[in-house]
């Protein structure tokens, strides 16, 4: 099986999520070459044939002339998939791809199996095993579900085509402006997950943190129910941080928030779950109920 993966290069240097593409395809033991619109010289560790489209031509973000470079890659290699990350730029380009192939997408893969697709549904409660029904399958990589894999120097092979011309106009990128907690340079994060039951319980965790003097993070679940502000979000859609200590209480760990804190020094996981999937990064997993375990973890440590 063969695999065309789709780097993605914004703001001068290759995104992180270009590598686990490479380490998705080394996992299943996939051929696979690679195409990336970057600036000339870019540094990119790839121990493969990279297509490399000039981003001074084409722009790092021109969804018209982007797909009609990928689609003459795959032309020229006949890949079995078209691998994108599950990112914004993934999320766009590999539909427009698959409509123009006529061929499936098939979106926020985790684990591929004897020609199917493993993908999350209803929260990562459950996985879904996919099948494509074409030849062909364009994917896109859940974020955090692979292994970054960065080695080699690529064997560089220039793309180019004439620009078509485009109702899209690329204006740059908007930051968004920081409210609230800044998680990214906390040492140490006492996170809450929707295990707490409620909001009021929250104040358990409040006081663990008061006394360890660490920051508040927060689950998706718990954000959109209400309970904490945005701003406390670990996750691919909120903040990912790498604090020396990071305290996970009822929180599952759906790859979503796995991504955001897997860099952490040090995991310890609260759950009454024993095979709540967070157990598998975790350092110190304690199998109790977070109301009872949090408050006498807090005395203890007021104590000491």
Request: net charge negative; with cysteine; aromatic share 8%.
């Amino acid at each position: 099986m063969k695999a065309l993966l789709v780097g993605e290069f914004r703001q001068g240097k290759v995104e992180e999520s270009t590598y686990e593409l490479v380490g998705f395809a080394k996992q299943y033991g996939f051929d696979h070459v690679m195409f990336i619109v970057a600036k000339e010289g870019v540094d990119i560790k790839y121990d493969s044939k990279l297509y490399l489209a000039d981003a001074d031509k084409y722009g790092e973000y021109n969804p018209d002339a982007h797909k009609k470079l990928i689609e003459q890659v795959v032309e020229k290699e006949n890949p079995d998939y078209i691998v994108f990350s599950h990112s914004s730029y993934g999320w766009d380009m590999a539909f427009r791809v698959a409509a123009d192939l006529k061929v499936a997408p098939i979106s926020e893969v985790v684990e591929y199996k004897d020609g199917s697709f493993i993908v999350p549904c209803c929260n990562s409660k459950f996985r879904r095993e996919v099948k494509p029904k074409t030849e062909k399958a364009v994917i896109t990589l859940q974020g955090g579900a692979f292994q970054p894999v960065a080695e080699g120097t690529p064997q560089i092979e220039k793309i180019d085509i004439e620009v078509p011309e485009s109702g899209v106009e690329f204006v740059g990128y908007r930051v968004p402006e920081k409210k609230g907690v800044d998680l990214t340079k906390a040492e140490i994060i006492v996170s809450v997950g929707r295990g707490v039951g409620k909001k009021e319980n929250i104040q358990l965790e409040e006081e663990l943190a008061k006394v360890l003097g660490a920051e508040l993070g927060a689950s998706r679940p718990v954000v959109d129910a209400g309970w904490l502000d945005q701003s406390h979000q670990v996750g691919t859609t909120g903040q990912t941080v790498a604090p020396k200590l990071y305290i996970a209480c009822g929180i599952s760990g759906a790859i979503q928030h796995i991504a955001g804190m897997k860099k952490s020094g040090f995991v310890v996981a609260i759950n009454t779950d024993k095979d709540a999937p967070i157990r598998e990064i975790a350092d110190v997993f304690v199998v109790a109920d977070v109301n009872e375990f949090v408050p006498v973890l807090t005395q203890k440590l007021k104590s000491a």
